[in-house]
């Protein structure tokens, strides 16, 4: 009954790496998006996206890209990871248009940095 | 500025009822969403309130006032699955997004 796969549940990278995160959800949601949660923090915003090809920058883009070339496929790339980077990743998915457009979450990625 | 504020942390006990306030400072408002996040798992929705007044679904009800930029999570009967974090976040009406409170560590005790 998984609804939004994140593909690895822990990850341990060195600095410069590059790391790729891929999220796949089976509900046929339009918008896609990439949070990071870390300890005392509220979940932040790196990417989103709307469509498929499409991507807008979120609260904090800076050091992450992301690719959206199918509409179940939502990727987050670290070109070069530092250890600042260090977090748990969430990818969630929602439908589009009016209402609650509830936010349905993988279930993390646990990413070390060293 | 952008603020969600919720405790930090807080210990019930078993069958008891516990209330999780929130309170925000945004420069639109578009919806209020209750999450929650057991250890090591993702969010789950709880509860959405656009209106003020209250929601209630089992044994979780939501409270909301725009007014006074607050809303409270009211847990009743409590049991031991329910320790986990409380997550509140409040949709921007001018983007559409969604700003996070930090989270509440509920702790249940038997």
């Known amino acids: 009954d998984v609804k939004v796969t994140q593909s690895s549940r822990y990850l341990v990278k060195r600095t410069g790496e590059k790391v790729f995160l891929e999220c796949v959800q089976d509900m046929d949601h339009e918008n896609m998006f990439w949070y990071r949660q870390d300890p005392g923090l509220g979940l932040r915003l790196i990417y989103f996206s709307y469509d498929v090809k499409m991507k807008e920058k979120g609260d904090i883009p800076e050091g992450y890209s992301v690719s959206r070339e199918k509409k179940e496929r939502f990727s987050l790339i670290l070109e070069s990871a530092s250890t600042n980077q260090t977090s748990m990743y969430l990818c969630?998915?929602?439908?589009?248009?009016?209402?609650?457009?509830?936010?349905?979450f993988g279930a993390g990625s646990r990413l070390t940095v060293l | 500025g952008q603020n969600i504020d919720q405790p930090t942390e807080m210990t019930a006990t078993e069958g008891a009822i516990v209330q999780i306030n929130c309170t925000y400072q945004t420069s639109g408002f578009n919806g209020l969403f209750w999450y929650q996040q057991h250890a090591g798992e993702a969010p789950t929705f709880l509860s959405y309130n656009v209106l003020d007044g209250l929601e209630e679904k089992g044994r979780f009800s939501s409270f909301l006032s725009r007014s006074k930029g607050y809303s409270y999570l009211l847990l009743k009967e409590l049991q031991m699955k329910d320790s986990a974090s409380y997550l509140c976040?409040?949709?921007?009406?001018?983007?559409?997004?969604?700003?996070w409170g930090a989270g509440t560590k509920l702790i249940i005790k038997p």
């Open positions: 976040a409040v949709r921007d009406e001018s983007n559409y997004q969604l700003i």
């Open positions: 969630a998915s929602s439908f589009q248009g009016n209402g609650a457009n509830v936010l349905t």
